[in-house]
């Protein structure tokens, strides 16, 4: 079956690649209808620092907020980075199972990724790196403490 598969693929593309010079150049996103987005994606594995906690924007938007810590190299010369996480979750199943789970748990996050720079109090330049979950997994629940 595989090999019939690969005689279709190999007699179909002389039409594709003829079909696609004919093509104008002025087309740059031949494979998208949507509008370009500069979004960055992110994977992130890592633990809970906190549970997450729900918040509001300025403009009353309520989203989940939470930050996750991600060890790399070797355990003598370990270093951790943080990550603050947002989630625009509405109310409901989704956003409790969210705010419920407790600090320690690993999990895995998928996002968007916008650098945003502003100038701090003592008038220096910063920049932060902000991420909208697209999707959430948790990959291990840290065991119950024992009295």
Do not use: H
């Not at 980075?81 to 956003?95: H, K, L, Q, Y």
Request: no cysteine.
């Amino acid at each position: 079956m595989s090999s019939l598969f690969a005689r279709r693929a190999l007699t179909s593309a002389p039409r594709l690649l003829s079909a696609s010079s004919s093509i104008s150049s002025s087309v740059t996103r031949a494979f998208s209808a949507s509008a370009r987005r500069d979004i960055a994606k992110i994977t992130i594995v890592g633990n809970l620092a906190a549970a997450p906690e729900v918040r509001a924007t300025s403009g009353g938007r309520e989203f989940v907020e939470y930050a996750v810590a991600s060890n790399s190299g070797p355990r003598e010369d370990r270093k951790t980075s943080w990550f603050r996480v947002a989630a625009f979750v509405e109310e409901g199943p989704r956003r409790d199972f969210l705010t419920n789970l407790p600090k320690g748990a690993t999990v895995y996050v998928e996002g968007d990724a916008i650098m945003s720079t502003y100038t701090d109090a003592d008038d220096k330049p910063r920049s932060s790196l902000g991420i909208y979950q697209k999707t959430l997994e948790v990959l291990r629940r840290p065991a119950p403490a024992t009295e």
